[in-house]
Nanobody
Framework: VQLMESGGDLVPPGGSLRLSCAASGFTFSQFAVSWHRQAPGKERELVASTSRFGTSTTYADSVRGRFTISRDNSKKTAYLQMDTLKFEDTAVYYC??????????????WGQGTQVTVSS
């Protein structure tokens, strides 16, 4: 089982990035996916989430209107399009996959993270 993020980079304020989260070893379409981030000295926070088939999405207030989460189940990959980046978006970004087993036990997988740095 693996989630692998990629796409992190150093970008200037106002720039854009697209992060990818590639899944392997489990049935990706059975899992909701979310992106989280953790800045130095801060707790990890939820950035955006999408349902199993991408029909429902949620966003943190701080990124709504600038970030877009999406997924392609045929490629077992989720994405986070980040536009109009701000200094405060600097963080390590993590991908998370979540599913509930029939017995109510959650199955949770995390990626290793990818660094996004917004700097001039």
């Amino acid at each position: 089982v693996q989630l692998m993020e990629s796409g992190g980079d150093l970008v200037p304020p106002g720039g854009s990035l697209r992060l990818s989260c590639a899944a392997s070893g489990f049935t990706f379409s059975q899992f909701a996916v979310s992106w989280h981030r953790q800045a130095p000295g801060k707790e990890r926070e939820l950035v955006a989430s999408t349902s199993r088939f991408g029909t429902s999405t949620t966003y943190a207030d701080s990124v709504r209107g600038r970030f877009t989460i999406s997924r392609d189940n045929s490629k077992k990959t989720a994405y986070l399009q980040m536009d109009t980046l701000k200094f405060e978006d600097t963080a390590v970004y993590y991908c998370k996959a979540l599913s509930m087993s029939t017995d109510g036990t959650p199955q949770i997988y995390w990626g290793q993270g990818t660094q996004v740095t917004v700097s001039s």
